[in-house]
């Protein structure tokens, strides 16, 4: 990709990359008008920069075989680290433990519904389905924690978008899918959902229902303007979920969830390792002031990997 001129020079007050996807552009404009809203701009007057990634290309397998987390991210974060782009929006679950070096997530907006969703023709919920039945998603989370609830139901790799998968659950290639809410509530699709998982019952992926916008660390122009729009709980709660994520070394190969909470200054947290096919869970929890984000996600990174074992994460 050849970079373009830095953002000085253009005419376009911005430029934001972003994967082509319904919902990374559903992603992009929100960040985009509301940035226009912050700063009177005019939404057309900051471009949309669409680049495909790893992730988008691949398609034959699943990712945790092609290299894990970052691959919906890397040419995205290449253009920015190269000036091409000002800012990076991303759904935060994509991005990698350790950002390259340069970059930062200069922004969150406020959290969407981080739940999971239950969608299938066949029965009301999860608990429901026949024995033996198929379930699609291409998440190992997702996966360990529906064999955990029902170890008698085969779960089938099943990649592409929201739609795709809409789509193929439709034509009946499976029983039934698990989706985010938040990503069918931005693409106006909540109606398609057959029951929505409980938190306690199914703990979100970290930074699920996040809009992460990463920026390059020295770009004081930008920094500020993202500034306007950054939603200080949501960014608390990421930050305890990424510290308790990068104490594991969690990617795609490894079933890890975090979900943390804030309201009136406090966080609370809960994180929860498993094997593959659910046999072995490890929980914990964690609450205090949501300054203490770092401290907390990482403390609580620290008792799983230690009560786990090294072993925990072989191969089933």
Do not use: W
Not at 182 to 191: F, I, P, S, T, W
């Amino acid at each position: 990709m050849q970079s373009s001129p830095p953002s000085s020079t253009r005419s376009a007050p911005l430029v934001i990359g972003t994967r082509g996807s319904p919902l990374a552009l559903a992603q992009a404009k929100e960040v985009r008008d509301r940035l226009a809203a912050a700063h009177a701009l005019a939404a057309e007057g900051i471009e949309l920069e669409v680049i495909r990634t790893t992730g988008d290309i691949i398609r034959d397998r699943p990712l945790a075989e092609a290299g894990g987390k970052g691959l919906f991210t890397k040419e995205i974060e290449e253009a920015l680290s190269a000036g091409a782009i000002d800012l990076a929006v991303h759904s935060a679950k994509d991005m990698p433990t350790v950002l390259p070096p340069g970059l930062v997530i200069a922004a969150v907006l406020p959290r969407e519904d981080a739940r999971d969703v239950f969608i299938s023709p066949k029965a009301k919920t999860l608990a429901e389905l026949p024995a033996g039945a198929t379930v699609g998603t291409a998440s190992l989370r997702r996966q360990a924690l529906i064999k955990r609830l029902r170890g008698d139901l085969a779960v089938v790799a099943m990649r592409g978008n929201v739609e795709t998968r809409l789509r193929k659950l439709a034509a009946g290639e499976v029983d039934a899918i698990v989706l985010a809410l938040a990503g069918l509530k931005r693409l106006a699709l909540a109606d398609a959902a057959t029951a929505v998982i409980p938190v306690d019952d199914f703990l979100p992926a970290v930074g699920q229902g996040i809009i992460a916008i990463e920026a390059r660390g020295d770009d004081e122009r930008t920094l500020a303007l993202l500034a306007t729009v950054n939603h200080a709980d949501t960014a608390a709660a990421l930050t305890a979920e990424r510290a308790f994520l990068a104490v594991l070394e969690g990617s795609c190969r490894t079933p890890i969830a975090g979900h943390a909470v804030v309201a009136a200054g406090r966080l609370r947290f809960r994180g929860l390792i498993a094997k593959p096919d659910g046999s072995g869970v490890f929980e914990t929890k964690r609450q205090g002031a949501a300054a203490d984000a770092v401290r907390l996600g990482a403390e609580a990174g620290r008792e799983l990997k230690q009560r786990a074992g090294a072993d925990f994460f072989a191969p089933v």
